[in-house]
């Protein structure tokens, strides 16, 4: 399963950072990725990082947000930097995994955390 933290009020200009931590069964997680959904939107991508540590961004956060990875502890973050009120959403992870060798390649979400900015 994933669980994803971090989440939270801060004002315009301020920086969270995310986290998605992965437990279970895990023999391997491949692409990991943040997406968030706002009030009466569509879920959208916010950024996307492979096993090899290709990323990709929306263009609406590029230059303000960076997705990394830390597979020792299979944990990914996204660290949210200038944050503008656009930026209100829940935020949601997912992840490739694959639970064993031969399993197949399952992609699981995390439950989502709030972030908020508002002065």
């Known amino acids: 399963q994933l669980q994803a933290s971090g989440g939270g009020l801060v004002q315009p200009g301020g920086s969270l950072r995310l986290s998605c931590a992965a437990s279970g069964s895990i023999f391997s997680i491949n692409t990991m990725g943040w997406y968030r959904q706002a009030p009466g939107k569509q879920r959208e991508l916010v950024a996307v990082?492979?096993?090899?540590?290709?990323?990709n961004y929306a263009d609406s956060v590029k230059g303000r947000f960076t997705i990394s990875r830390d597979n020792a502890k299979n944990t990914g973050y996204l660290r949210m930097n200038s944050l503008k009120p656009e930026d209100t959403a829940v935020y949601y992870c997912?992840?490739?995994?694959?639970?064993?060798?031969?399993?197949?390649?399952?992609?699981?979400w995390g439950q989502g955390t709030q972030v908020t900015v508002s002065s």
């Open positions: 990082i492979t096993s090899d540590a290709m990323t």
């Open positions: 997912n992840a490739e995994m694959k639970s064993t060798r031969s399993s197949p390649t399952i992609t699981r």
